[in-house]
């Protein structure tokens, strides 16, 4: 381990956290912790949206199974870039109507009333911790590579410090550190793809011949997944994580919902460029690397292609990723707690002073949370499709219905979401996901059915006649 790579690390990190903390003087309210006063032009959504995305799944899972399975993973993962770019046109555009909306659960409340806001805020909460969990076993891998240190130490090291600045600043101090994150991001990686084709690869026989030694799945359409495990992976990271807690508070910060809009679609194009990029390295490890497997793949090839110095900024960006879906984790944890279920459940007038507080708290515990869970995932992409699946079960149809239609009753909403629970859990651990199917399929199904149904049933009940969300959403 050259001291030079470990200096830079360690300058990066002290820049990240002296970064975070000077936004602390920006927020003086949970408007300004939540939503950063909802002011943010479309560049910084840009770059705070791609960073946040960027995490452990877009840079060690895709090293990983470009490694594994080659380019047919990039395929499946241009799903989660479609949803981008559908959610940008039709959806996020809409949610500035919404007033004094923070979260999802608030959108849900709004729409469905206050059982339902609760409920929902749980399920965000519980994401939240999942989603954080995926980051920090990231973190973790990256620092044991890197450092040669223990994962459960690599886990503590970079968990503390996001929880650092993410309690001090908020959203404010997300941004300010996801914009860092995002340049160190942008530039570094696709460094180390042009350093593997003209340097490594070159010196290995050229990049023909370099091709010619790996599988022929790698290159092929399905790979080595039967088309069901294919379509169901896609479908997961089409529906997995839209509209999810740590992207909605981003659309409530831009300053205008074309500003959201336009944010939400740049961030879809720079997604798949840079997920090229991550698959590309692990696609070269495959042959330069053979002996290394699994979330240290991008990691170990970066260390052996870079040279001295410039290693220690590149594994820095690796940790940015991660770092950035992280923070932004555990800011929405902090809000979603406060929000959605103290204030309805425990004290509806408290006091900004003490909500600040009691959202900082939180973010800690969501970190100690998120840690055991890190440390009992089996890697990042399984523990991500993990928490996609239940999510999108549960939450996805109602949100969207009524986001887009606006029609449904207190009593369809909360009984599609009872429905996609039941319907995930069912399929996932009694029968064991038959087919090869994830469990977000069924979840989506029925929860859709179910809401159609008790939505007919219901639409003329005393509940559904008093409650007007409109009373809530501005029409512009």
């Known amino acids: ?141 990256v620092l044991q590579v890197f450092l040669g240190i223990p994962l459960v130490w690599g886990v503590v090291i970079g968990i503390s410090v996001a929880i650092i600045y993410s309690m001090a600043g908020g959203l404010f101090a997300v941004i300010h550190t996801d914009i860092i994150q995002f340049i160190t991001l942008g530039f570094f990686l696709p460094l180390a793809l042009l350093i593997a084709l003209f340097g490594e690869i070159t010196a290995a026989g050229g990049l023909k011949a370099t091709l010619a030694a790996l599988p022929a ?69 495959h042959v330069l690397l053979p002996d290394v497997s699994g979330d240290p793949v991008l990691p170990s090839i970066l260390i052996h292609l870079l040279p001295v110095g410039i290693v220690g900024a590149v594994i820095a960006a690796v940790l940015a990723a991660l770092m950035s879906t992280a923070d932004s984790t555990l800011g929405a944890a902090g809000v979603i707690l406060v929000q959605d279920i103290y204030k309805p459940l425990v004290n509806k007038e408290v006091s900004e002073a003490t909500q600040l507080m009691l959202a900082r708290i939180i973010v800690l515990i969501s970190g100690v949370a998120a840690t055991a869970f890190a440390l009992w995932a089996p890697g990042v992409i399984e523990a991500l499709v993990i928490v996609y699946s239940w999510w999108a079960a549960a939450i996805l149809v109602p949100l969207v219905l009524g986001i887009l239609w606006g029609k449904g009753t207190p009593y369809a909403g909360f009984s599609a979401m009872l429905g996609g629970i039941a319907a995930y859990s069912v399929w996932e651990y009694a029968l064991n996901a038959p087919y090869g199917f994830t469990a977000i399929v069924p979840g989506i199904i029925v929860s859709f059915v179910v809401f159609i149904i008790v939505n007919a049933l219901t639409a003329k009940s005393s509940i559904s006649a008093s409650f007007k969300p409109e009373n809530y959403i501005t029409k512009n």
């Open 1 to 141: 381990m050259e001291a030079l790579n470990l200096i830079g690390l360690l300058i990066y990190f002290l820049i990240i956290l002296v970064v975070g903390l000077m936004a602390v003087k920006h927020v003086k309210n949970m408007d300004d912790f939540a939503i950063a006063r909802g002011i943010i032009p479309w560049p910084v959504v840009f770059a705070t949206m791609a960073a946040t995305f960027l995490g452990g799944g877009s840079t060690l899972g895709m090293g990983k199974m470009g490694s594994s399975v080659g380019y047919v993973f990039l395929f499946i993962v241009f799903a989660f870039a479609i949803q981008f770019i559908l959610a940008g046109i039709f959806v996020a555009p809409t949610l500035k109507r919404y007033r004094g909306a923070y979260t999802v659960a608030d959108i849900m409340g709004f729409h469905y009333g206050k059982t339902t806001r609760l409920f929902s805020g749980f399920i965000s909460l519980l994401y939240c911790v999942g989603m954080l969990g995926a980051m920090v076993l990231g973190m973790g891998v």
């Open 217 to 285: 799945t790698h290159f092929t359409f399905l790979g080595v997944f039967p088309w069901t495990v294919f379509l169901s992976l896609f479908l997961a990271f089409l529906l997995g994580e839209a509209l999810a807690p740590i992207y909605v508070p981003r659309i409530f910060a831009a300053k205008a919902p074309q500003h959201a809009r336009n944010g939400m679609l740049a961030s879809a194009g720079f997604m798949i460029l840079f997920m090229f990029c991550t698959t590309s390295l692990g696609v070269f490890a």
